[in-house]
C-alpha cells in the first residue's frame, strides 16, 4: 500500500485523520482502475429529414397516415455543400448487472483538407452509465468542402485499464450549385458582377434534385457596398412568370443569373477607385431542398478585371489594342501598378502598365449622344503616374479621328505635370460630321522635354444622332 501514498510535503501540519482519508481515497481510484466494466455499444445515426416517395395504393390506411409517400432516410443518404451536417451519438450498455465506467465520448469529421473536432456535451466529462442504461449526444457542423468525409468516433472506458472503441463512418458530399461570376468594369470605383446559379443535382424521386432560392447576397469587401439590380418593378403589378422567376425555383439543369453593383462606399475608397485584380468579395446563396433542409453555398472570391487595354493582349502582328471603353478604370490600374512597382522595388523596364502608358488621359463624365455638327465641350483629365515630372502637350490628332473630330485647337500645352499622380484637366471641343457610332480617338501626349510620344486609347464612345429639325424636315418631303 506504500506506493498508492503521495508525498507529504513536512512543513504542513495534518492530523493522523487527514492522512487516513487521503490514504483511502487513492487506494479507491487504484481499486477503479483494476475493476471491470461493461463494454459499451455505440449506435450512430445522422439526423435528417425523411425523403418523398412514391405512394403505392391509398393513402390512408390502418397503419400509416400517408402510407409510403414519406420515407425515412436507411443511410446517411445524398448530402451536399452548404448543408449542416448533424448526427446523433447514443451510447448504450448493454450489460444487465455491470455498469460501464469512465464514459468519454470525442468525435472529429475528417474533411479532404482538414480535420474538425466536433464539440458535444459528452466532451471531456466522464461518467458512468448503469446497466440497461445509455447517454447521447447530437453534434453538427456545416459543410463547406465537396468529396469525401469521415465521422470519426472514440469511446474511452475504464476497465482493468483505460481502453477504447473507434468507429469511422464515410460518406460523400456534393455540390449542388454551380455559381459562376461575370465581372464588367463601370467606372473607376464601380463594378459589375454577374451571378450565375446552375442547380446540378441528379433528379431523384418525386421533388427530389430541385431547389429553391430563398436569399441571394454579395458580401463586399471592406470600403466596398454591393446593391442588387432588379429589373422588376417592387411597386407595380408582376406576371406569373415574374413571380416564378421571383421565387427562386430551380429544378435540375435550370440557372437563374443575378446582377450586382460593387462601388465605393467610403470617400477614401471613391478617391482610390478599384484597380484590377482588386478583391470584390463574394456571393453569398441559401437555398431549401424538398423536404426544407437549408443550405448556404458561397461563390469564390471575385476580382476586378482588367482594362481592355490589357485584356486584348497582342495581335499577330505584336501591336496592342488601342480601344477601351470609357469608363474602364484604366488610370486607377496604371496607378495601382506605379504603386506596386515603387513598393516592391521593381526596376524600370519591367513592362509593367505604368511603364507602357506613364501618362493617362481620361474624359470626365462625357456625353454618350452627340447632335450632328453641334460643337460639344468635353472636359479631360491628365493623370502623370511616373516618378518624374513631366513637361507636357496634348496633341488632338485629325489624321486619326473618325465621325467625331476635334473642334478649336487641336495643341495644347500643358506645362509641367508633377510626378506621382500629378494632374491637370483641359476642356477640348468636339464636333459630330456624321451620324452614327463613333469612337473618339487620336489623342497623344507628347513630352517636350525628350520628345516621347504617348499614344492613349479611345477615350469614349459616343452616338451622333441627326437633330430633330432635319428628321422633321425629311418625314415631310417623304
Do not use: W
Amino acid at each position: 500500500m506504500s506506493n498508492t501514498i503521495q508525498a507529504v510535503d513536512p512543513s504542513e501540519s495534518e492530523g493522523p485523520g487527514r492522512i487516513q482519508k487521503r490514504v483511502a481515497s487513492v487506494t479507491a481510484l487504484a481499486m477503479d482502475d483494476i475493476t471491470p466494466s461493461a463494454v459499451p455499444t455505440l449506435k450512430v445515426m445522422r439526423l435528417q429529414a425523411p425523403q418523398l416517395g412514391q405512394p403505392s395504393g391509398s393513402l390512408l390506411s390502418s397503419t400509416h397516415l400517408l402510407s409510403s409517400t414519406l420515407l425515412l432516410p436507411d443511410s446517411f443518404g445524398v448530402i451536399h455543400v452548404g448543408e449542416a451536417f448533424s448526427a446523433y451519438l447514443g451510447v448504450l450498455n448493454p450489460s444487465a448487472d455491470m455498469a460501464v465506467r469512465g464514459l468519454t465520448v470525442s468525435s472529429q469529421l475528417q474533411t479532404p483538407t482538414r480535420r474538425i473536432v466536433l464539440p458535444s456535451r459528452l466532451d471531456n466529462t466522464p461518467c458512468d452509465i448503469d446497466p440497461k442504461g445509455g447517454v447521447d449526444a447530437i453534434v453538427s457542423r456545416r459543410l463547406d468542402e465537396a468529396g469525401p468525409h469521415i465521422l470519426r468516433v472514440e469511446v474511452g472506458y475504464i476497465s482493468n485499464g483505460s481502453k477504447s472503441l473507434r468507429k469511422f463512418y464515410r460518406f460523400n458530399v456534393t455540390v449542388p450549385l454551380s455559381i459562376t461570376e461575370s465581372v464588367s468594369r463601370g467606372g473607376d470605383a464601380t463594378c459589375l458582377v454577374s451571378i450565375t446559379v446552375e442547380n446540378i443535382m441528379e433528379k431523384q424521386g418525386a421533388g427530389g434534385g430541385a431547389v429553391t432560392i430563398s436569399s441571394v447576397g454579395f458580401e463586399a469587401t471592406t470600403g466596398l457596398i454591393a446593391e442588387q439590380i432588379s429589373l422588376h418593378d417592387e411597386g407595380g403589378q408582376l406576371s406569373a412568370v415574374h413571380l416564378y422567376d421571383a421565387c427562386g425555383r430551380l429544378e435540375p439543369g435550370e440557372c437563374y443569373r443575378y446582377l450586382f453593383c460593387v462601388k465605393a462606399e467610403s470617400e477614401q475608397a471613391a478617391l482610390r477607385g478599384i484597380a484590377c485584380y482588386d478583391d470584390l468579395g463574394q456571393a453569398v446563396l441559401t437555398y431549401h431542398k424538398a423536404m426544407g433542409e437549408m443550405g448556404i453555398v458561397y461563390s469564390n472570391v471575385v476580382v476586378c478585371p482588367p482594362t481592355s487595354y490589357l485584356n486584348q493582349g497582342n495581335d499577330a502582328n505584336n501591336t496592342r489594342s488601342k480601344f477601351v471603353v470609357h469608363r474602364s478604370g484604366l488610370s486607377v490600374d496604371v496607378a495601382a501598378a506605379s504603386a506596386q512597382r515603387s513598393t516592391s522595388g521593381q526596376r524600370n523596364g519591367d513592362g509593367s502598365l505604368d511603364e507602357t502608358l506613364p501618362v493617362t488621359v481620361e474624359p470626365i463624365d462625357p456625353p454618350s449622344t452627340m447632335t450632328l455638327s453641334v460643337p460639344t465641350q468635353v472636359t479631360l483629365l491628365i493623370v502623370n503616374h511616373s516618378s518624374q515630372s513631366m513637361n507636357l502637350q496634348i496633341q488632338m490628332r485629325l489624321s486619326d479621328m473618325t465621325g467625331v473630330v476635334v473642334c478649336g485647337p487641336s495643341f495644347v500645352s500643358l506645362g509641367e505635370v508633377p510626378p506621382s499622380g500629378g494632374s491637370c484637366t483641359i476642356d477640348v471641343r468636339l464636333v459630330a460630321l456624321v451620324a452614327g457610332l463613333f469612337s473618339v480617338q487620336g489623342c497623344f501626349i507628347v513630352d517636350l522635354s525628350t520628345g516621347m510620344e504617348l499614344q492613349q486609347p479611345a477615350l469614349f464612345d459616343v452616338f451622333v444622332q441627326i437633330p430633330d429639325e432635319v428628321e422633321e424636315k425629311k418625314e415631310q418631303m417623304r
